[in-house]
């Protein structure tokens, strides 16, 4: 170990500072073999031992296709990865994969890769070399000023994050932008100050009845897979989970309840206080520990009122409210559509507090403990650092930026003036894996690995009952020599800074070797060796992490009481689906070709509307519309669907990409353009679900312009026996509770 | 199949699959799904898009009912008469069945598609001419023609790395399906084989029971008793060859489990278990 370095900044270095660390003997490997991930092509004339022609081996891996962060197996044959799996060793998907997950290889293989550095020269993008490109890093990073330096990133975690920290330290810049436009950032910020943390365990599995403010927990989430697994115990409970969604337009989680509600768009808090006051006032319970703010504003949500401005029946709203209080612990979620409102953080305070009068805290929310090692947690994205780079990049406060894992040029709404903003920044560095519209609008392209090509860690924001850090490992060599892993470029770019610190390591690799050979004691578990520790790693993929235990604090906290809107028109609801998610999969074949779960479409954009309320505009089933903000104006087709809301119209993220490539562009249209750039008042996150629309009639339906999976007969099983529903009564009878 | 061997055995050629067919099975592979489970989120399609070299065919072609989905998703709105379903969608994972009693079988003019001693229905591509009899036969819209080579514009360079060794990739004129994932069931009944030992329940996971995130589905063998798949037909009293609900005149007539089109006596071999919902 280099001496020049002290054991404090050693630790912040390899990114274990933090509580309980205690240091073993730093040994750094000496040889590295094959096995161990140096990449040396090896002849078949002399296979290494456990590589057999025609025999697959499997290679434990992290999943990098959203932010949950899901274990990964890989199956590995002749040098090429061939299909994913699960990783059974990790806690939080237990062995089970989603289709953004299966459709991973397609990314890793994708004939849209870049796959050579690119510098903007008179007006376009042209190759050029490594050298070249580093070398012109350097010199702008160089004479950079700190402030006017900044990342742009999705939600990074493990050791990349540490070494991107280090960067930005390194440039004497705070700058970091995390923007994912699937996020939790409101719950975050409620959970915070309800809880006192921001990702508390959620226990599905425990619960008896889940009542969900659209939280499309198993679909576009924050890890839908885990949230999948949960439910399946939530549903085979010996009691089986009773699953109520609440929602203006019905989600994949909506899709399996007992029963669906239709709301009103953004009257969620309305409900929300109307049910805690029937359970406050009418079944009389407890109301400590709400502040008396709050409790007189309960008090003036009678039923009738509710129903009225929600336009959910109040027997339903009574009823639903008695089952909450006749089964505990139950558990009640806000999703994307309660957090994305000009009101988002209040709405969001609202619901949360009905687990607190239920007294769900400890129950079905649990603490996720103190993770040991807060430099690798997981830097969460919203969308309030996309407001914010945008306001940045307006008033010419950035110089420099860098980005990796995020579009934002393609998920910024018009309203926020980012695209001509981006003008203002000097120099912009991407590095990408593919030419999407960020990428495209840079001065610098950095051709990356695919995650199947790196080297990294994740630490998961909604980690399962076993804490971990999850490893990922290349499963194959590089398709590309020009592509390099993004912690090698990290590296890279802290060598240039900090030339002591960081020029003992030669790659990311033997970084990481050296920061697992470091890693305290506690989590290396019977390890006898760094080698045994590390190669146990690799082979698991999973580092199990003792986050202790830890009680929550269940409290409420005053909010704003929520605004009467009496605009009838209708709000746009820009959803996310498990698949393109937002947008970043729309150049995965599989993906785009795999019909919508609710609507059944394939390859294209559409707006689904209820029947009644197109029949009162005149506008029938696939019919060519115009969807118009004050913003701006999209066309698509209609496709009618009972699951919605009378007040809402959705159209699904994900398409309407400029460039990203053969699959992608051209295709569809992007609704994220026409949003009004409304924040939450009180955590600047954009407020997604909050943009009223007009939709105009423009063209007749043409069944040749949008294609479904069809099923025939007006989607209606017309008598055939083909999916039996029972009621639950009979289940008890003939199976047992 | 020599014609001395079919006169010598025609009594038991006669034999329908009620008596017990005319099959010696070595295996009788078969899923139960639960669909209170299933949450249609596609996992296990894409799976075994990822799994079986299943052809991407674009917008156009799938419009003309050309997708090569074998496990797809249907989705169906019941309580029709309401202003919204509220108890949500219903989703069926549809595959081929791999029936006992094939209506694909007999229609095929070459015998391309035949009935293995495992009891799948096999679809030897090379025999098959494409005449289309077997989809025209299929009750459950499951078997898939390739219209088309789909070869350059499924997998542009490089993404046929992609593509499993251990399966073909079919061609123009040929009729494919879901095989159970045959290639897995082969490696493990290999792998059985050399250790000289029977194939262990569990040994087998299809690619779409493997994925999918709330384990609806569940694959075995129903002829090894001690398997989670034969426990659940026996639980849900259903049985090969016994057509209707015999059940249906039982004390536990209510049990969920159910074969689609079973009284077209075609005796597949996926049980499903019916959906349950809580009346609010």
């Known amino acids: ?102 459709a991973g290889v397609q990314g890793h293989y994708n004939p849209d890769r870049i796959n050579t550095p690119m510098m903007r020269t008179g007006g376009s993008l042209t190759p050029i070399s490594w050298d070249k490109a580093l070398g012109v890093l350097e010199e702008k990073l160089g004479t950079v000023n700190g402030d006017r330096f900044a990342w742009f990133t999705g939600t990074i975690s493990g050791h990349q994050s540490v070494l991107l920290t280090n960067h930005l330290d390194a440039m004497g810049s705070t700058n970091h932008y995390a923007h994912e436009v699937v996020n939790n950032a409101v719950s975050r910020a409620v959970n915070q100050d309800m809880l006192g943390e921001a990702n508390p365990r959620l226990r599905l599995d425990k619960a008896k009845m889940i009542v969900s403010f659209g939280a499309d927990f198993m679909g576009a989430s924050q890890s839908p897979v885990q949230y999948a697994g ?40 309305v409900l929300a206080l109307g049910m805690a006051n029937l359970l406050l006032n009418k079944i009389k319970i407890s109301d400590a520990g709400i502040p008396a703010d709050v409790r007189t504003l309960i008090n003036t949500y009678d039923v009738t009122k509710v129903a009225r401005v929600t336009g959910v029946a109040g027997d339903r709203i009574q009823r639903v409210t008695q089952l909450l209080s006749e089964r505990a612990p139950s558990l009640v979620l806000a999703g994307a559509g309660v957090e994305g409102q000009a009101q988002g953080y209040a709405t969001t305070a609202a619901i949360m507090m009905l687990n607190h009068i239920l007294g769900n805290v400890g129950k079905t929310i649990e603490s996720a403990g103190d993770f040991p090692f807060p430099q690798l947690m997981a830097k969460q994205g919203g969308t309030a650092d996309l407001v914010a780079f945008a306001k940045a990049a307006k008033a010419k406060k950035l110089d420099a930026v860098i980005f990796h894992g995020s579009n934002p040029v393609y998920s910024a709404p018009k309203s926020l003036g980012l695209t001509e903003a981006m003008a203002n920044i000097g120099f912009k560095v991407a590095i990408s894996q593919f030419p999407d519209e960020t990428t495209m609008a840079a001065d610098l392209v950095l051709p990356v690995d695919s995650y199947l090509e790196d080297w990294g860690t994740q630490v998961p924001a909604d980690q399962a009952e076993a804490n971990a850090i999850h490893v990922q490992q290349p499963l194959m ?22 030339k002591d610190d960081y020029g003992q390591f030669e790659d990311y690799y033997a970084y990481l070797r050296n920061a697992f050979s470091a890693m305290p004691t506690s989590v290396k578990n019977d390890a006898k060796s760094n080698d045994e520790f590390w190669n146990t790693a690799l082979q698991t993929g999973v580092i199990k992490v003792d986050a202790g235990t830890k009680t929550l604090q269940s409290t409420v906290v005053s909010f704003a009481a929520p605004v009467e809107d009496d605009n009838a028109g209708l709000t746009l609801l820009p959803s996310p689906r498990l698949g393109l998610f937002d947008g970043r999969h729309a150049n995965l074949p599989w993906l785009q070709e795999a019909p919508d779960q609710i609507s059944k479409v394939v390859w294209d954009s559409w707006v689904e509307m209820h029947p009644d309320t197109a029949a009162k505009m005149g506008i029938g089933n696939l019919d060519l519309v115009e969807v118009s903000s004050a913003q701006g104006s999209v066309k698509l087709r209609v496709v009618l669907l009972k699951g919605m809301h009378a007040d809402a119209v959705a159209i699904p993220l994900g398409q309407g990409h400029e460039a990203y490539g053969r699959y992608a562009k051209g295709l569809g249209v992007n609704p994220l353009q026409i949003l009004d750039a409304t924040t939450d008042g009180k955590t600047g996150e954009l407020a997604m679900y909050s943009t009223r629309v007009t939709v105009k009639r423009v063209g007749p339906a043409d069944s040749l312009s949008i294609v479904r999976m069809g099923t025939g007969a007006g989607d209606s099983q017309v008598g055939r026996k083909l999916v039996v529903t029972v009621p639950v009564e009979q289940v008890r009878r003939t199976e047992g509770t | 199949m020599s014609l001395d061997n079919i006169l010598n055995h025609w009594s038991d050629y006669r034999k329908g699959s009620e008596e017990g067919g005319h099959h010696d099975y070595e295996h009788r592979w078969a899923m139960a799904i639960n669909l209170d489970l299933c949450i249609g989120c596609n996992a296990c399609s894409t799976a075994c898009y990822a799994e079986n070299n299943l052809a991407v065919v674009g917008k156009e072609k799938f419009e003309k009912g050309q997708a090569m ?46 009935h293995t001693p495992d009891g799948l229905n096999a679809q030897v591509y090379n025999r098959c001419i494409g005449s289309r009899y077997c989809s025209n036969n299929c009750p459950f819209r499951v078997r898939y023609f390739n219209f088309y080579s789909y070869y350059e514009s499924s997998w542009p360079e490089p993404m046929e790395q992609q593509l499993n060794p251990d399966i073909s990739v079919r061609d123009k004129g040929v009729m494919e399906k879901c095989t159970f994932c045959v290639q897995r069931i ?8 050399m250790e000289d030992r029977p194939v262990q329940d569990g040994e087998v996971v299809p690619a779409c029971a493997q994925a999918c995130p709330t384990s609806a589905i569940v694959f075995g063998d129903t002829m090894d008793e001690g398997s989670v798949v034969s426990k659940l037909w026996k639980k849900h009293q259903v049985e090969r060859g016994v057509y209707q609900k015999t059940k249906l005149a039982k004390k536990d007539a209510d049990l969920r489990g159910y074969r689609i089109f079973e009284e077209l006596n075609v005796d597949p071999s996926v049980m499903y278990l019916e959906r349950v919902r809580e009346d609010i």
């Open chain 1, 1 to 102: 170990m280099s001496g020049k370095m002290n054991r404090r900044s050693f630790l912040k270095v390899m990114g274990w500072s933090g509580a309980g660390v205690a240091l073993t003997g730093c040994d750094m490997p000496t040889t590295v073999t094959l096995e161990e991930g140096k990449e040396d092509v090896v002849s078949y004339l002399m296979p290494e031992e456990y590589v057999i022609p025609g025999v697959g081996v499997w290679y434990a891996s992290t999943c990098t296709q959203c932010a949950a962060g899901c274990g990964i197996h890989g199956r590995v044959r002749e040098g090429r990865v061939l299909k994913l799996e699960g990783n059974p060793d990790a806690a939080m998907n237990n062995g089970k994969l989603c289709m953004m997950g299966q």
């Open chain 1, 230 to 269: 949960q439910y399946a115990k939530f549903r085979t409970n010996k009691e089986r989970g009773l699953l109520i969604q609440i929602e203006s337009k019905m989600s994949l989680t909506g899709g399996s309840a007992d029963l669906w509600l239709a709301i009103k768009p953004g009257t969620e808090a």
């Open chain 1, 477 to 498: 060599e590089k398709l590309n020599a020009e592509t390099k892993g993004l912690g090698d470029i990290l590296l890279t770019l802290l060598k240039q800074r900090k």
């Open chain 2, 69 to 114: 989905h074998w496990m797809r998703i249907e989705r169906y709105w019941d309580q029709q008469e309401l202003e919204h379903p509220e108890q949500g969608a219903s989703f069926l994972p549809m595959m081929c069945q791999q029936c006992g009693a094939a209506t694909c079988e007999p229609v095929c003019p070459v015998a391309a598609t035949y």
């Open chain 2, 186 to 193: 082969r490696t493990v009944k290999d792998k059985a084989f």
